[in-house]
């Protein structure tokens, strides 16, 4: 081969022949070898390896081996693309406009809990008082008319005033009344305690996802088997790895070959497994640290509070509740009639609707001329709503929450299952996989059997009457081991080094 010709091979528009590729499998059914797509597309057999990985993780390909050692490159959802075209953007459209709007929504909402937490506590605490001194003041001030005085306040506003400005000021130092011996020594120690609203946040939106940084833990614990295990992997122990079911893993895999420059191969006798030579070629061969233990995920928790904090803020939102369903039903009663006839005059209504009575003629005094929408709306709806939000918000959050627990325990659960097929050389009872941790414990009772199910009926296992029989698994892993053995990682040592910028 010339030098120009050699050059044109491997300089080339990678673009382009992805797309040539794309069109050769449409072509040839979907399904083809590399060989097949040599004939469809007249490209030379270096390009297309080179470019096979890209268009298998794009378009989610599926390896199958023949009978004959072959790979073929399958595509049982057909040629979509799962990175362009119509769909893949508009739902990545979809995914940030959502992230964002619950960005601005939950942003939104704290300011709304900062305002309601103190300036509505100010507003409550500033009525509260106002009505306590009218009461005393229609004690102090009210003649001898005993009925009149009830009737215009009297002992059931001071009682009703007295008992809301008590409440008050308890569920405001809730941080102190509710703690216990041990919480008041920790909260002595520590130099600052937590901020409240940080402590309220947590209860209404949680503390984020624990496992944000999975990926990036998945493929340090995927690329560390590789390098403990002489750069090669079967699917199972892939699966093993990452928790995810073989369809799942299958197409997670082929990103994996893009990325890091591997390629799917077939053994003499007929077992696939993937290669990654290039992560074999470290400046210290030889020197391979153990292969840590498989990491699991973790479940999420509703909140970083103690318990009693949480109880105590449904508590505040239940006051909140019926602070705002009281101002509201006597908005929609009473009115704008805050006031009652007596001998002397005006006076303000007494018994239930006091406080009612008062907080109008407060914002009287302060300049409103029409305080009933006032009443009704800021202190009668928003605080319904804001309460109702409040209950939801963390309600909601629970049940997803709980959910996607759920699905956590299943995937560290199929971790477990798997590795321990691989470990009992294929042989294995579904009863004999117990989970010692809460991390794989689903809650469903037929849970380890359902995995089961599954990865027999992916890798053709024989059901017996003891368990499982998983053949082609220990096969394909017995296979690999060997090719493992004739691996000499020296091999792949960087050489010795021809020049130093440092020397």
């Known amino acids: 081969m010339t030098q120009e010709k050699q050059k044109k091979i491997y300089d080339y528009d990678r673009t382009k022949v992805q797309q040539k590729l794309v069109k050769g499998f449409k072509r040839g059914g979907a399904e083809s070898t590399a060989a097949d797509l040599a004939g469809l597309t007249g490209l030379p057999l270096q390009q297309i390896e080179a470019e096979l990985p890209a268009v298998a993780d794009e378009f989610g390909a599926r390896l199958k081996v023949t009978e004959k050692g072959e790979i073929l490159y399958s595509f049982p959802r057909g040629m979509k693309s799962r990175q362009t075209g119509f769909g893949p953007s508009a739902k990545k459209a979809l995914r940030m406009l959502g992230k964002a709007v619950v960005t601005g929504a939950k942003a939104i909402f704290k300011v709304w809990i900062a305002v309601m937490l103190v300036g509505y506590f100010v507003i409550f605490l500033a009525i509260a008082l106002f009505a306590l001194l009218a009461s005393v003041a229609v004690q102090q001030g009210g003649g001898g008319n005993s009925r009149d005085n009830r009737r215009g306040g009297g002992l059931g506003g001071l009682w009703l005033t007295t008992s809301l400005f008590n409440t008050l000021i308890r569920i405001w130092f809730y941080s102190e009344l509710f703690k216990g011996p041990e919480q008041r020594a920790f909260d002595s120690e520590r130099k600052a305690k937590r901020p409240l609203h940080k402590a309220v946040f947590s209860h209404v939106f949680g503390d984020g996802d624990p496992n944000k940084e999975w990926e990036t833990i998945e493929k340090r614990a995927v690329l560390a088997f590789l390098q403990t295990h002489k750069g090669l992997i079967t699917l199972p122990e892939f699966m093993a790895i990452t928790g995810k079911e073989a369809e799942d893993a299958e197409l997670l895999i082929n990103s994996y070959l893009l990325e890091f420059e591997g390629s799917p191969e077939v053994s003499d006798s007929g077992s696939l497994y993937y290669s990654f030579p ?3 070629m470290r400046a210290t061969p030889g020197t391979v640290k153990p292969m840590p233990p498989l990491p699991l995920k973790r479940l999420g928790v509703f909140s970083s509070n103690v318990p009693k904090a ?29 006031y009652i006839q007596t001998a002397k005059g005006l006076a303000l209504r007494g018994g239930f ?39 939801a918000i963390p309600i909601l959050r629970s049940i997803l929450l709980g959910r996607r627990n759920e699905a956590i325990k299943f995937e560290n659960l199929r971790r477990i299952f798997y590795g321990r097929v691989i470990k009992n050389k294929g042989e294995l009872k579904s009863e004999e996989v117990h989970a010692s941790i809460e991390e794989a414990r689903p809650k469903e009772p037929s849970a380890v059997e359902r995995i089961a199910k599954g990865l027999a009926a992916w890798s053709g296992a024989d059901v017996t009457a003891s368990g499982y029989e998983f053949k082609e698994i220990d096969r394909v892993q017995k296979d690999v081991d060997k090719l493992r053995s004739a691996v000499d990682e020296t091999g792949y040592a960087p050489g010795t080094t021809v020049f130093d910028t440092d020397a």
């Open 353 to 391: 609707a006091f406080i009612y009575s008062a907080a109008g003629y407060l914002l009287q005094l302060l300049g409103s001329i029409n305080p009933i929408p006032a009443l009704f709306w800021g202190l009668g709806i928003v605080p319904l709503v804001f309460s109702g939000l409040f209950f």
């Open 278 to 280: 290039k992560l074999l």
């Open 310 to 338: 949480d109880r105590t803020f449904r508590l505040i939102n239940a006051f909140n509740v019926a602070f705002g369903g009281y101002f509201l039903y006597n908005a929609v009663i009473v009115g704008s009639s805050i």
